[in-house]
Nanobody, 122 residues
């Protein structure tokens, strides 16, 4: 059974940083692309970043490019999202997801975690 578990969310002040983790079980991480998405209240789910399974190619949405960094540790079956220079508009529930193809579209992802709340507020 595939499971993705996010952690690392919390309350942070504007300009601060957080690192989210996504631990995968039931799959071989380097065979899957992993994406990070977020959804704020009343808004549609937004794709933020993804990393391919083999080559480690990465993609960033314009809203987070230059501030967020995605990385993976296949030995730990974990993908990270380092978030810097956080803004109040980054407040959302953050999800990681796994797909067998490298894609920035949520529809490509068949496995999802339960989400972790990130709140950016002074």
């Amino acid at each position: 059974q595939v499971q993705l578990v996010e952690s690392g969310g919390g309350l942070v002040k504007p300009g601060g940083s957080l690192r989210l983790s996504c631990v995968a079980s039931g799959l071989t991480l380097n065979e899957y692309a992993i994406g990070w998405f977020r959804q704020a209240p009343g808004k549609e789910r937004e794709g933020l970043s993804c990393i391919s399974g083999t080559e480690g190619s990465t993609y960033y949405a314009g809203s987070v490019k230059g501030r967020f960094i995605i990385s993976r540790d296949n030995a730990k079956n974990t993908v990270y999202l380092e978030m810097n220079s956080l803004k109040p508009e980054d407040t959302a529930v953050y999800y990681c997801a796994a797909a067998q193809i490298y894609s920035d579209s949520a529809s490509a992802y068949g496995y999802w975690g339960q989400g972790t709340q990130v709140t950016v507020s002074s």
